[in-house]
């Protein structure tokens, strides 16, 4: 079974900061689009970074400038380095592999668990 598991979610302040990890499954993570997606209660699923496997990334404007994905091919892990929080960006996270191509920020078969975020005013 693939297997991804998030770490790194917290509770911090708006304009604070949070990493978050994911390490997968190699047979996914050399192969596949991955990124990450996040929900919040009465909220659609949304992706809102990804990176291809010839690392190009992708982001959601929301978070776009705020927000940084990167990866750690020898580690198998996806990192999302978040900064300038906002309340609105309150959610569980969860890495996943997405469909191609990764610019449409589209979830695929594979998601882990998740980590929560949590940002107060």
């Known amino acids: 079974q693939v297997q991804l598991v998030e770490t790194g979610g917290g509770s911090v302040q708006a304009g604070g900061s949070l990493r978050l990890s994911c390490t997968a499954d190699?047979?996914?993570?050399?192969?596949?689009?991955m990124g990450w997606f996040r929900q919040s209660p009465g909220n659609d699923r949304e992706g809102i970074a990804a990176?291809?496997?010839?690392?190009?990334?992708a982001y959601r404007p929301s978070v776009q400038g705020r927000f940084t994905i990167s990866q750690d091919s020898a580690k198998n892990t996806l990192y999302l380095q978040m900064n300038n929080l906002k309340p609105e960006d309150a959610a569980w996270y969860h890495c996943?592999?997405?469909?191609?191509?990764?610019?449409?920020?589209?979830?695929?078969?594979?998601w882990g668990q998740g980590t929560q975020v949590t940002v107060s005013s």
């Open positions: 990176v291809e496997t010839d690392g190009s990334t």
């Open positions: 996943a592999s997405f469909l191609r191509p990764c610019t449409a920020l589209i979830g695929d078969n594979y």
């Open positions: 190699e047979s996914i993570y050399k192969t596949k689009c």
